[in-house]
Every structure is written in C-alpha cells, then in structure tokens.
C-alpha cells in the first residue's frame, strides 16, 4: 500500500525567510502525482503545488516550489519570503495515475510564521 | 466559478442517528471524492464517484454510504451514528485528477 510521511509535526520560520517542508512516500508505481494542499483555520483544503512524477522539472509556483527526488521518493516543499498569510497546516499528497483514483495524504505539517 | 461547496457547515447528532452531507461540485466536475479528517488518523480516503458510479472506497465499515445524482452533486450518509464519527468531512471535485482536487469547506461532525 502507498504511504506518505511528513516527519515534521511542527515547523516555524520568521516573516520573510525561507522554509522547508518535507515528504517521503513509498509505492511501487513508476507513474503517479504528488501534491502539496495548504489548510488554514477555514478548513478549506488549498492545492499550493502539484508533481507530474514523470517530469523530471520540479515544480514552481510564486514562491512555492519543490524538490522532487523520484529515486529516493522524496517531495520537499520550499517556501521563499514566508508570509503570514502562509500559516496552516500543510499536508503533503500521492495520487497513483492507475488504480484507485484517491489521495493518499502524509500526517501534516503545522506552519508557524513569526513576525 | 463556484468552489465547491458542502452542506451544513455544521452538525450535532446523537448516537444511533444517521446524517446526510451533501456537496456540489465545481461546474464540468464529474468527480467527487470524500474524506473523513479526524486529529488521531488524519485524511482517510471514504469514496469516490464518477458518473454516478462509485469507482472507488476506502476502508470504512458499511453504514458509510455515498452516492452521485446525474448533476454530479453527491451525499454521503451514515447509519447509526458512534461517537467515533466525529470528524471534519471533506468533499474534493475534479475533471479528471492530474490538475488536482478542489476541496469545500467540510462539514464538521459532532457526535454526543
């Protein structure tokens, strides 16, 4: 069975500075998407990035981005010029591209930005 | 473009209830997954519709139920409530998954 691991239950960074957030999985599929969902207080589940697992660019978006390391099945989130508005939890995802067509999601991430 | 929204925000039920959630899905969106969130597991995988068809569930006991109507708006139902229920539900919609899943708001269980 796919699993994600996020191994940091808390991270907190100051106004500003860069961020990193980390993720391994593991499966046995060569094909399949990765995400990063952001969740503020409102609950609501915001995609922030997402990995085509057979792109080997890793993913950019504003400030997000990604290093993805396919051999060692790795997913980092790297926040630049953190803001306070970047305060959630983060929660990292796998989607197999065949098979069942669900998100297998790490335990989460709690980001704390300090003015 | 609407997001996709779920009904009631909120809900208190007693045990050995049953509720009915609902979510609408974003326009064009044919499919509509469900998670349950709780503190202690995390996001569990419920089910997942297509077309009306349930293509995928999770492994959760029988009285979790869903289903999709031909405008792709769903519910998911549960029998005969337990206090272990409690949880954050969440309804995801998308057009064929690589762009990822949009998320409504959740509907916040209570069971007392």
């Known amino acids: 069975a796919q699993t994600v691991t996020q191994s940091q239950p808390e991270m907190s960074v100051q106004e500003a500075e860069t961020v990193t957030l980390s993720c391994t999985y593991d499966t046995s599929e060569s094909d399949y998407y990765l995400f990063w969902y952001k969740q503020p207080p409102s609950r609501q589940m915001i995609l922030v990035i997402r990995q085509e697992a057979y792109k080997q660019q890793n993913a950019t978006e504003n400030r997000f981005s990604v290093n993805f390391q396919k051999a060692a099945k790795s997913f980092s989130l790297k926040i630049s010029d953190s803001q306070l508005g970047d305060a959630a939890m983060y929660f990292c995802?796998?989607?197999?591209?065949?098979?069942?067509?669900?998100?297998?999601f790490g335990q989460g991430t709690r980001l704390t930005i300090n003015p | 473009k609407a997001g996709v929204t779920q009904t009631p925000r909120y809900l208190i039920k007693t045990r050995g209830q049953q509720v009915t959630l609902s979510c609408s899905p974003i326009?064009?969106?044919?499919?509509v997954s469900w998670y349950q969130q709780t503190p202690g597991q995390g996001l569990q995988f419920l089910f997942e519709?297509?077309?009306?068809?349930?293509?995928n569930k999770g492994n959760f006991p029988g009285r979790f139920s869903g289903r999709q109507f031909s405008n792709s708006r769903s519910e998911m139902n549960v029998s005969t409530l337990e206090l272990g229920d409690s949880a954050l539900y969440l309804c995801?919609?998308?057009?064929?998954?690589?762009?990822?899943?949009?998320f409504g708001s959740g509907t916040r269980l209570t069971i007392v």
């Open positions: 519709y297509f077309s009306e068809t349930q293509r």
């Open positions: 995801a919609s998308s057009f064929g998954g690589r762009e990822g899943y949009t």
């Open positions: 995802a796998y989607r197999p591209i065949q098979g069942a067509q669900k998100l297998v």
């Open positions: 326009s064009g969106h044919r499919s």
